[in-house]
């Protein structure tokens, strides 16, 4: 087991940073016009540390109470980071919210966590929140925009002066390694989404077990532009920073990552497949249009570092010469390669979320960027198991983190045991216990360990869809919304590791074999539908299925419930034609 870091929680050590590394990076968000005229404005450790005490200041004086609630709908900020560590320092619990949520979703999770203040980017996200339907909320500040109903950042910061600065010193000190710290709302197949409770204890192991597995130092940087509302984007964003002081920039905007990874060639990058894929695309396109030496230099450089990657990977010993020809390989072709991509520096690249394409390894291994798979979940404070140098086969996840321990129940599934795991599910004692079973967490994964350790994902006992662009998504009340449109019959959603949803659907006899007309009639509900949901859980494309579904057939159990896999299995063919 890795010993259990001192002091206890994010927000001490944050803090101590801003002592330690009182004038250096911690920050840094673009600000001017187009690209060539953009500057990059720094907050230092010191200005990180004094702006959470003010904030802290500022929830006091508000009225916020330990264990209080607080939440963020905003892109990725320094005003997100600081807002968290703050509410955490004062013994409250920050609760991030999917800038990209509907109405109904932020309506949803703003009336479960009961979050007294609510921090948002834009005028757009305020209009989101419902003050009159959700009576916890007090209070709604706006970062960019303040409209009427709301308050400016600089006012919130002002309610400061009213609370001394030794108070937010006894929160801290009152706070306990297992109290919660963070809410967390993900899917996990019983409907609507739960919350996800983490203990400080949770965040610091988790992020102390990444920080020493990789040996993160304050030399290292980071991009951070996937939802800080995921905890595995908290980890990269906030946790591991807060251990060893290095900076991370803010993108813009999850459009702008390629051009702010040009300015920023960070040394950590996170990426779920989605991003990966969308890089590898980019990438052949400009290798594939070399010619001449260009293109025989790129394919003889690219071969070598595969090599070389494939003999790290499995721990191999490299010789003189295969040394001297990658050194070669860099100099001629990979180098230069990872420079226009933004990834000059890059020295631990990682995918998580979902299962990413063992294709895809291999060919960022090609230009000497060796992508680290993560397995993890929210349950779990994030990673759990990861490949890394010496323990790495594409298609698995590697080997658990330290201080983890994994095993495999008879059935297959994956069970988790650290001190990552979480608290518990927000005011759901049957789910909680239902997941934690004599002190291991029932993951709802089902998997397969080889002879070597390695850990592969094999399938899920969970009713979860999980996208390329790692988001997971219910599939049960999506279906249920489609059914009640009387002409529906069936509706099974599909996606699972695609870049969007897709669904196929059965219809009443009523459209005469007119299969046009049923197809516009379920797109129409398809889009009514869509308006729930945030556009990243939208349906993109529509499929009639050629008959009902059956008890018969094994498509649906006797309660009438879909077999999820089996109708995946059975209509194999139409889920293809969705992806085309």
């Given amino acids: 087991m890795i010993p259990k870091p001192r002091p206890d929680t994010i927000p001490h050590l944050v803090l101590a940073n801003a002592k330690r590394f009182r004038d250096e990076p911690a920050l840094l968000r673009r600000v001017g016009g187009a690209p060539k005229g953009a500057a990059w404005e720094m907050t230092t450790w010191g200005e990180y540390g004094a702006a959470v005490r003010r904030t802290a200041q500022a929830f006091i004086a508000s009225g916020i109470e330990t264990g209080d609630r607080v939440a963020i709908l905003s892109y990725n900020t320094p005003e997100w980071v600081i807002f968290n560590v703050a509410a955490m320092a004062i013994g409250a619990v920050p609760v991030g919210i999917y800038f990209m949520s509907s109405r109904e979703e932020v309506a949803d999770m703003m009336e479960r966590s009961q979050a007294r203040i609510v921090l948002c980017q834009t005028e757009a996200h305020i209009q989101l929140i419902d003050t009159d339907a959700h009576g916890a909320v007090e209070l709604v500040i706006g970062i960019d925009e303040a409209p009427e109903g709301s308050i400016s950042w600089s006012e919130f910061l002002e309610r400061s002066n009213d609370v001394d600065a030794e108070v937010i010193d006894d929160r801290l000190a009152a706070i306990r390694p297992d109290d919660p710290a963070t809410l967390i709302f993900t899917a996990v197949g019983r409907?609507?989404?739960?919350?996800?409770?983490?203990?400080?204890?949770?965040?610091?192991?988790?992020?102390?077990?990444?920080?020493?597995?990789?040996?993160?130092?304050?030399?290292?940087?980071?991009?951070?532009?996937?939802?800080?509302?995921?905890?595995?984007?908290?980890?990269?964003?906030?946790?591991?920073?807060?251990?060893?002081?290095?900076?991370?920039?803010?993108?813009?905007?999850?459009?702008?990552v390629r051009v702010d990874l040009l300015d920023i060639q960070p040394s950590i990058f996170f990426g779920v497949p989605l991003v990966w894929t969308g890089f590898e695309r980019a990438l052949r396109k400009q290798i594939d249009g070399l010619e001449g030496a260009k293109a025989r230099i790129a394919r003889w450089a690219m071969r070598t570092s595969r090599g070389n990657i494939a003999a790290r990977n499995a721990g191999r010993r490299r010789s003189l010469y295969q040394k001297a020809s990658m050194a070669l390989a860099r100099r001629t072709f990979t180098n230069r390669a990872k420079q226009a991509m933004g990834f000059a520096n890059i020295r631990l690249a990682f995918s998580g979320a979902a299962t990413v394409n063992p294709t895809t390894l291999e060919y960022f291994s090609g230009i000497n960027i060796p992508i680290r798979e993560v397995y993890g979940l929210s349950e779990a404070t994030g990673p759990s198991s990861v490949t890394r140098e010496g323990a790495t086969r594409f298609g698995t996840v590697g080997l658990p983190m330290p201080g983890v321990d994994i095993t495999l129940a008879d059935d297959g599934e994956i069970l988790i045991k650290a001190r990552s795991v979480f608290l518990g599910y927000l005011d759901d004692e049957d789910a909680t216990r239902n997941a934690l079973r004599d002190d291991w967490l029932h993951t709802g994964d089902l998997g397969s360990i080889g002879d070597d350790g390695l850990l592969s994902i094999t399938g899920r006992k969970k009713e979860i869809i999980i996208t390329s662009g790692g988001k997971n998504v219910d599939p049960g009340p999506i279906e249920d919304w489609l059914k009640q449109d009387p002409a529906i019959l069936d509706a099974v959603v599909v996606g699972d590791g695609y870049d969007y949803l897709g669904v196929l659907a059965s219809v009443a006899e009523g459209f005469a074999g007119d299969i046009e007309a049923a197809r516009s009639h379920v797109e129409s509900v398809v889009t009514d539908v869509n308006q729930r949901l945030s556009r990243a859980f939208h349906i993109r494309r529509v499929g009639l299925l050629s008959r009902p579904l059956s008890i018969e057939n094994g498509e649906r159990t006797d309660s009438g419930e879909i077999h999820r896999s089996t109708v995946v299995e059975h209509f194999a063919a139409e889920i293809e034609t969705l992806y085309r």
Avoid: C, M
Avoid at 197 to 222: G, P, R, W, Y
Avoid at 229 to 247: D, K, M, N, R
């Fill in 191 to 256: 409907g609507e989404a739960v919350g996800v409770v983490l203990s400080h204890d949770n965040l610091i192991f988790a992020s102390h077990s990444s920080v020493e597995l990789f040996d993160v130092t304050k030399h290292d940087s980071a991009l951070s532009y996937l939802p800080l509302s995921h905890v595995a984007e908290q980890i990269f964003t906030i946790l591991a920073p807060a251990h060893v002081g290095y900076p991370v920039a803010f993108a813009q905007s999850l459009g702008r």
